[in-house]
């Protein structure tokens, strides 16, 4: 039993059942005479603090994957906790907490991005669970801190299974097979608690395979035991609720209470575990629960520093809010998330005072498009089309062209008809004055984006350009001048036709408050691109599952048999790399491999070099590739560096039918660029 | 019967009667057998070319309205229709034209801002005839050119006595004294016609003394009459449809289309004019009306020199849109536009390195109050809070601090409760850093608006702060800091809390893409504040009539008889300006006068110089002041200049209660700052 748990088990000794039940809601009451303070247990920090101020956006989660940079995206949670920790030493000296000013944050997402159509993709790591895995590990790391205290604490989210439908999500039942549960949708969990050992871990709204996750056993069991998770689990808002009211599982919010507090969920953000009063009386659940629930909780809090007076992030000032040192970081991470699919040559463009452009598209001045969602309040903005305007020398022409799902427009509807034809009108007489036109398009996190959003409930009804978009980049090209097309969103979109007709195409995953400087950047040249998709970019919607099929054959580079228009894990540069001299460093149960990475290009350049396990011919089931092992390199044009790329211990393993990973020794084949090599694996 | 009349007697001459009829809609379809392309007579730009794409975007109309500047108005407007003919010259490349693509734009709105809960009252010049009828004159002379073409046509709306309230605007019924029409509601209409010669006025929704606006033989006679207009008459947009449907004046719309044809209106915006034919049939109206109509209208096309191959405006380039010389301009009228309601010194603030500024408040960092309505899409923009970010060389801690009526909000909500605690208390935190506070609050064009608004239909229920935003106040207030309070808004507020706690008060009216800009430059004193207030701005709701009363006692600054908080007129300077030897030079019917201005103080600075004439001791129905000449001077400190103030041929006649103006001989007063002059004015 740690100092904190001592310490907690002395003061939880001392409440009543009352005060006791009391303390497992999100917004725990004061107990004056013990000299606990109030405590609100909800914060956000997806990419930054969120929701509570001003505060550094980051770029959003699926950006920050794009960027494949673990060690940059820890720096980053670093920084969000020291902002963090400098509004909470600020917010107590009003006395108690409230909602977003605390210490212990619902960050992050680390579901997999199984389908485009989900609207809360954005939130991920995206669709592999090795890079989830990976980029979880390393915010949990930044946000927690390595000192005595925690500095705050983070929790994955949400368990398990979770990816939509938004508008059933609280009576939806995922029917999920254990090969794919084990595989896919708990691997990123288990990595996460394996390398960083996240204070908490949040339920589900769904069912999974007919048990709500809030109240699961089955998931629960698994998370504690296999999963190895030892922190406190606590409920998705109102998800307690659910049970009784969306998945009828219960007949009564108390029933619901009591199930879920015996399954192991200690902590409930919504309004049901007011009634575990009423349930104990009922004799639903016994007040030993209630209490080891409360230690649980306690201990975190006594692990926070909150009841100490030598905590190491008390002295956190406030002036790290926003600071300059985090600007930078900021920029950093948006130059590394964008991602260049196509480029004949266009790019970068010159940056010419004779030059003259045209910027069109809703999504080219947009402050939401940088924001993504659980975004805190930026201190200063620049969206592409300012990032641009600023960075060239020549004449920009700006059109917004559309209307439809960006910030300013109060109907937000896809607007069409002739009350809107002057934007197209508009849009193509700023590209006939224009040598290149740059075209920003996409959604918004209006459009995809959580429950109750402008999409189909919050999810995309399908992967296409919303149509006054379509109708908006048919006018632009007619006029002939080339495009180079920008695509705005936080998940994949049918890009084919814009593949076709455009000579350099670009993705801009709602990219923070410094986005468009860093698009700038990139166009000029200033910066060579280096971000890869963590999505799949189909081509169609017809390439898909159903989107309520939780099964992953047919989903995501892992399971997709088709030819995608851009793979997960492609993105191009300014600068060549040429990979040479892919080398196993056998070790037990796998190997590890080196290769060399050589600039062969002109310019400074970042790669992140990437090293996947082959599926084998003839074993079902096995993905057809798995990502195992990536590391970032920055090269001078011709530069060389050998590149260790280590893999995971259970790299080579994989889940069976039962879901118990096992290891197949034998002959297994790894790709790394265009290199393969092939590996003995003995147990 | 002038050339333009010629021809479009010959082309109409050619027309069928139902080509004729179908010309009086605003969406005109072609006739191609004759050539005639089809035109969209509805464009805007109240502020700037509107809705249609990327345009200057100047401060709003009441914004403009304080600067007193009508020569720059005039220098405002002729950019304005450079941009829009510019535009038009390239829509035009398109075959046929579409809504906002044309030339005849409805603008501008010089209804009588006669009390502050109108939501459209930001569009108009503010409660004075006198200003209103000079801007408004300025803006036509600017908007039409004055060259043998019109540059664009300019639309004097509303016709007559509109101003709310919005939400009942279809089926309202304003009820006016003959006195009160004539005195103030159709002065600036008088004034406008007879200096400026528009092309022409729009009839208001609402009916007057029971008539229908848009056909009413009593209004439209005036106007033809007495007010000498000799242009067309429109109808706003379904208004024609609201004489049967919501004044219940007649039956069907095509009862309702021969009414307002028969009265005079010769262009529908809305649906009713497509019932003509069938009206014709019915025997409710005789071709010739038509053909009449018809000849009006086509006039005006020619006269626009649509059909013309020697017409000057054809060679105004698309590089105008948006050119320096414009962006100059309208930084130049931003600054002119902000007033200084109060100062004890504080202002201007040193701009130090060293210093720490807070800014907060929801329009601090809003688009949408530079914006207003009626307006076009910025190339660029400021908001206050960025233009004081880049001018200030110290640190700024930025805080939103609440929700509530500003872009990015969703739900447009009054929020409040737990959820918004965290904004105030970010404010609070700010606040603390900070040597002084610049609190950014008021309401927004989404609030304060058209038909359909947040607000209260589109009007303010009250001239308060929305609650969230007075809970801020008192929030931010009670930290201690000096406070330098820019209320925001296109109306008077309540600023009495203000007024009494903050050292410093400003009042920003939606001043225009450049308006942070200019702000930062006042508050850093870069230029001294020259703007004066078109309203008055009361102490309390209390101090008003019923908002449906449209009798004038009780209110404006002609017929108020409480103490304002500030009033009409007023506005601060940095340098003081010294006024003496006020001397009267008598004229038949008047007198003008001459006043010497000396700035006394230490910085350059410009002061518009405004007099006014005395009501009389013991004479009822007379205005308690009203304005009859002003004047800008722009000094250096220790400079003097003579002011010449004209007055107008009628400045001294007032409406009798019959509505007939007269002069009555005898001594009169004027004031002009603090100085006062008798002059006896004979016939």
Chains 1, 2 share one sequence.
């Not at 969120?50 to 060690?71: K, N």
């Not at 902002?83 to 212990?104: D, H, V």
């Not at 860093?518 to 280096?530: E, L, N």
């Amino acid at each position: 039993m740690n100092e904190f748990e001592v310490k907690a088990r002395e003061l939880v000794g001392k409440m009543t059942l009352a005060e006791k039940c009391a303390q497992l809601k999100y917004d725990a009451p004061a107990i004056e005479r013990l000299g606990v303070p109030a405590y609100n247990w909800w914060c956000e920090a997806l990419h930054g603090v969120a929701r509570s101020g001003v505060a550094t956006v980051f770029p959003q989660a699926i950006a920050m994957a794009a960027s494949f940079d673990d060690e940059l995206l820890y720096k980053v949670a670093d920084a969000i906790s020291d902002e963090a920790r400098a509004k909470y030493n600020e917010y107590k000296t009003f006395g108690s907490t409230q909602i977003y000013q605390g210490l212990t944050f619902w960050s992050p997402n680390i579901n997999i991005f199984r389908d485009p159509r989900w609207g809360r993709g954005h939130e991920t790591y995206g669709e592999d669970p090795y890079l989830t895995g990976r980029m979880g590990a390393a915010f949990v790391r930044g946000m927690q801190g390595e000192g005595k205290y925690h500095k705050v604490d983070a929790t994955l989210k949400h368990y398990a299974v979770h990816s939509g439908p938004e508008a059933e999500r609280h009576g939806f039942d995922a029917r999920v097979s254990a090969r794919d549960l084990h595989e896919t949708y708990l691997e990123a969990f288990r990595y996460c608690i394996e390398k960083s050992h996240p204070a908490a871990v949040m339920g589900a709204y769904n069912r999974t395979n007919g048990e709500p996750c809030c109240a699961s056993e089955t998931l629960i069991g698994l998370l504690y035991g296999e999963l190895g998770f030892d922190g406190y689990y606590l409920s998705d808002c109102g998800a307690i609720n659910d049970i009784n009211a969306h998945h009828h599982v219960t007949e009564t919010p108390a029933e619901s209470a009591a199930l879920a507090l015996r399954a192991g969920c200690v902590l409930n953000c919504g309004g049901a575990y007011a009634h575990l009063l009423a349930a104990h009386e009922m004799g639903l659940v016994d007040e030993e629960t209630v209490t080891e629930a409360a230690v649980k909780l306690f201990t975190a809090r006594f692990r926070l520093g909150m009841f100490a007076d030598d905590c190491e992030y008390d002295n956190i000032g406030y002036d790290v809010v926003c600071c300059e040192a985090h600007r930078e970081l900021n920029l950093k991470m948006a130059r590394e998330s964008v991602v260049l699919l196509k480029n004949d040559g266009t790019l970068p463009l010159e940056n010419s005072a004779e030059g003259k452009l045209a910027v069109i598209g809703p999504a080219a001045d947009d402050v939401d498009t940088l924001l993504g969602n659980y975004n805190g309040t930026p201190d200063s903005k620049t969206t592409i089309y300012e990032g641009i305007r600023r960075a060239y020398r020549g004449r920009v022409y700006y059109a917004r062209g559309c209307r439809g799902y960006y910030s300013g427009d109060r109907e937000d509807s896809d607007a069409s008809g002739v009350w809107d034809e002057q934007y197209l009108r508009d849009a193509m007489l700023a590209a006939d004055r224009a040598d290149v036109v740059i075209m920003c398009m996409g959604l918004s996190p209006a459009y995809e984006g959580e429950e109750g959003g402008f999409g189909h409930g919050g999810d995309k009804p399908d992967i296409s350009l919303p149509e006054a978009q379509r109708r908006l980049f048919e006018a632009v090209a007619s006029r002939g001048k080339p495009i180079i097309y920008i695509n705005v969103s936080g998940s994949a979109m049918d890009l084919c036709e814009q593949d076709e007709k455009c000579p350099a195409v670009l993705q801009f995953f709602y990219g923070g408050s410094r986005g468009g400087e860093a698009m700038a950047d990139i166009i000029f040249g200033h910066v060579s691109p280096s971000g890869r998709l963590p999505v799949t970019f189909y081509r169609s919607d017809g390439d898909l599952p159903p989107f309520e099929d939780y099964a992953m054959e047919g989903r995501t580079y892992r399971y997709f048999r088709g030819e995608p228009l851009y793979a997960f894990g492609h993105g191009l540069s300014y600068t060549s790399f040429g990979y040479s001299d892919l080398t196993p460093i056998p070790k037990a149960g796998g190997a590890d491999f080196t290769v060399k990475v050589k600039n062969t290009g002109r310019v400074y350049g970042e790669d992140a070099v990437l090293l996947y396990i082959m599926g084998r011919d003839g074993v079902p089931g096995e993905p057809i590739k798995t990502l195992a092992a990536f590391r970032r390199v920055s090269l001078a044009p011709g530069e060389e560096a050998e590149v260790y790329l280590k893999t995971e211990p259970g790299a080579f393993m994989r889940a069976g039918e039962d879901g118990k990973k096992r290891l197949d020794p034998g002959e297994y084949t790894v790709s790394c660029g265009a290199l393969s090599a092939r590996v003995t694996v003995a147990v």
